[in-house]
């Protein structure tokens, strides 16, 4: 058999003629032996080369119980048998203990029975090294696995996001194309998510809030697409009817975003925009706490924006008009810690047009 393909065998014994004998068994038997008289040497010469490691129980400097176990700390999970002379039972109950693979008697009197010991010990060690393999690959195909499942992950939240972009862009269109068709509601929608931004930053909301607050205000009157415009540019007055039909809106938007999965906060906050902290409001008469944050401060700056606007109907009211309105109904139909921020910050607030955070 070619050198290159011999199993390895390192062994230690303090006895020339032992380490001799059994050295030119082991070779006999188509292994490759490296005989050392200590093991110190052991130590010294061991790799993950060998296949199996023999060790005689008593050596002068280092015997062989005190070189296993620092084999075991360096985790080499190579074989080891003891060298014991016959009687020593002791001996071998120890070394097993410490994590002996098998023991060979000395002297050796019966080749086969050798033989089968160091060849279950060479089987071990290929089982072993198959195993650390089959780990290693195992490891290094999950770790490309992950790299290509994060790639994909990112590559779909991409998609995702260009998805939802696409899709806030679209219905921004058909807010805009509905806000052209009414004068009198015309830049309802860009003063309303202007203000619900003021307000947003002025109470140090964070960044996902401000990105759900944005789309609320943006879509929170989308629910008027599908209502006649002829019944909001009515001259005069609404009838009971007509009212009831506006009063549909919120409900109506909050169905139209329902598909859309990323907006699910926001489907909450365009049906509640009309309610009330009193629970007088519609479309569920929801009050207080049932209201979250987003949805009150929208609430608050709808109704400003309403109150300011020039309507068929009725005269637009002055900012002080209307900060002092928002005052007034604080605590029934708006929540007063947003009313008193909204009031302080509003005077000072300039508009960009921008409407992005």
């Known amino acids: 058999m070619p050198e290159e393909n011999r199993v390895k065998i390192l062994l230690a014994d303090d006895d020339v003629t032992v380490r001799s004998t059994v050295g030119a068994v082991l070779e006999m038997f188509g292994y490759a032996v490296t005989a050392v008289a200590d093991g110190r040497d052991v130590i010294e010469q061991v790799d993950?080369?060998?296949g199996v490691i023999i060790l005689d129980v008593n050596m002068q400097d280092m015997g062989?119980?005190?070189t296993?176990?620092?084999l075991n700390e360096r985790g080499l999970e190579i074989p080891v048998l003891f060298l014991t002379g016959a009687g020593s039972m002791e001996y071998?109950?120890?070394a097993l203990n410490l994590g002996g693979y098998d023991f060979i008697t000395k002297p050796i009197d019966d080749l086969d029975i050798f033989h089968a010991k160091i060849k279950r010990a060479v089987e071990k060690r290929s089982f072993v090294l198959?195993?650390?393999d089959y780990t290693i690959s195992l490891e290094n195909e999950v770790r490309e696995k992950t790299k290509e499942l994060e790639k994909n992950n990112r590559l779909l939240m991409t998609y995702s996001h260009?998805?939802?972009?696409?899709?806030?862009?679209?219905?921004s269109s058909l807010q805009n194309a509905m806000e052209e068709k009414d004068y009198y509601t015309a830049g309802h929608t860009v003063r309303v998510t202007e203000y619900a931004l003021m307000l947003g930053l002025a109470m140090q909301l964070p960044e996902r809030d401000l990105v759900v607050l944005r789309r609320s205000a943006q879509f929170h009157d989308i629910g008027k697409l599908v209502i006649d415009l002829m019944c909001i540019q009515k001259p005069g007055k609404l009838s009971l009817d007509e009212w009831e039909l506006?009063?549909?809106h919120p409900g109506v938007g909050a169905n139209i975003i329902r598909p859309l999965g990323f907006m699910e906060r926001e489907q909450f906050i365009i049906r509640h925009h009309h309610e009330r902290m009193d629970g007088g409001g519609y479309p569920d008469g929801l009050r207080g706490e049932e209201l979250d944050l987003l949805t009150k401060i929208l609430i608050v700056v709808d109704s400003y924006d309403a109150m300011t606007?020039?309507?068929?109907?009725?005269r637009n009211l002055n900012m002080d008009e209307a900060i002092q309105e928002l005052r007034v109904n604080a605590g029934t139909q708006f929540d007063p810690e947003i009313v008193d921020v909204f009031t302080q910050s509003v005077p000072n607030f300039v508009f960009s047009f921008s409407a992005s955070v």
């Open 48 to 50: 993950d080369s060998y």
């Open 64 to 66: 062989g119980f005190e």
């Open 68 to 70: 296993i176990k620092v």
């Open 92 to 94: 071998v109950v120890q």
């Open 130 to 132: 198959r195993e650390r």
């Open 162 to 171: 260009s998805l939802e972009n696409a899709t806030v862009q679209l219905m």
């Open 246 to 248: 506006i009063r549909k």
């Open 309 to 314: 606007s020039s309507r068929n109907y009725r």
